[in-house]
């Protein structure tokens, strides 16, 4: 459920399609992000999931499933 | 008309080089939001002389040296209009004195209002910005900030700081289609400069090479050519707009 919502909001602000994006996918590497793409992205799943997501923790994040465990933890979802 | 339902917030558009901007702008056919900090009724009445002749205008007080506040407003301008597709940080105050003499309040005061201030708005309105995928924002510098000036150490480094923001945000942010430029104003017949005395005015209008002080009007027509479609290639530059003063 975090992961489908997660995917999506990928797919809108990075532009890469739905089903090339995983758990394992790295933003940088494999869906061709840049910093600044990062930043939107988490600013949006900051507004998605209603949490916020200090400097130090989003400089950890480099997957998908980084992304979807750090909203995992975060949430009651 | 070249800007035809683009929000625009222009700081420090209560009076001079503001004042026209937030003019200007609103000819054609922007949505012009005046931010004023001190003076609500000039604020007003420029408001009025837009919304009178069929513009659309509100005012905002903030101090753009207090984030927070920065941030609200500009929070609001997105609730309301759903979009912020030009923004011109043109507030700036002087505080003059020779280094030896000067407070260091004063420093910190003008910094924060020229530079931080800039930096405050960028900071807020640029997340829309990308969002959007597009922007423009005009930073307005000053000659001082590339030749210095004696008395006006705070003031100079403030433009000069401007300066170097307006390129790194150009950087930053010129994969998001936001273009960033300073304009540079030379002697500017304002409430800014109507303070020097007679024989300074005399000495300034001798050093510039169209022999003439220029108005708001010229600084705010740069404005309008920044803000529209016409400037898309450019980006992280300094225009002059001082009649040869300096080159």
Redesign the interface.
Same mark, same amino acid.
């Given at each position: 459920m975090i992961f489908e919502k997660v995917k999506e909001r990928i797919s809108d602000i990075l532009g890469v399609d739905s089903d090339d994006i995983t758990m394992d996918s790295s933003f940088i590497d494999d869906l061709g992000a840049d910093s600044l793409d990062i930043v939107e992205l988490i600013m949006a799943l900051e507004e998605e999931f209603d949490i916020e997501i200090p400097d130090e923790d989003a400089e950890r994040i480099q997957t998908v499933g980084d992304v979807v465990d750090y909203i995992k933890e975060h949430t009651d979802m | 008309m070249k800007l035809k339902g683009k929000v625009a917030l222009i700081t420090g558009a209560s009076s001079g080089i503001g004042r026209a901007i937030a003019l200007k702008f609103a000819l054609e056919g922007a949505i012009v939001i005046v931010n004023y900090s001190g003076n609500a009724e000039s604020a007003q009445k420029v408001v009025e002389e837009i919304n009178s002749s069929g513009g659309i205008c509100e005012s905002i007080k903030c101090d753009v040296s207090n984030y927070d506040d920065v941030k609200n407003m500009i929070d609001n301008i997105i609730e309301k209009y759903n979009s912020i597709d030009i923004l011109v940080n043109n507030a700036g105050i002087t505080k003059d004195n020779l280094i030896m003499r000067m407070d260091v309040e004063d420093f910190d005061r003008v910094i924060d209002v020229n530079l931080k201030g800039c930096f405050n708005t960028i900071k807020c309105a640029s +997340?829309y910005m990308?969002?959007q995928k597009h922007g423009k924002i005009i930073n307005m510098s000053s000659v001082i900030g590339i030749t210095g000036n004696a008395g006006q150490a705070n003031y100079a480094a403030s433009k000069a700081g401007v300066i170097a923001l307006t390129k790194s945000a150009a950087k930053?942010?010129a994969? +998001?289609n936001i273009n960033v430029n300073a304009i540079a104003p030379g002697y500017i017949e304002t409430r800014m400069t109507e303070v020097l005395n007679e024989k300074i005015k005399e000495d300034i209008i001798d050093k510039i090479p169209l022999k003439k002080a220029g108005n708001p009007e010229d600084v705010a027509k740069t404005a309008l050519f920044l803000a529209c479609d016409e400037s898309n290639y450019i980006t992280g530059q300094v225009i002059n707009v001082d009649g040869g003063m300096v080159m």
């Open positions: - | +997340r990308i969002k930053e942010f994969s +998001r």
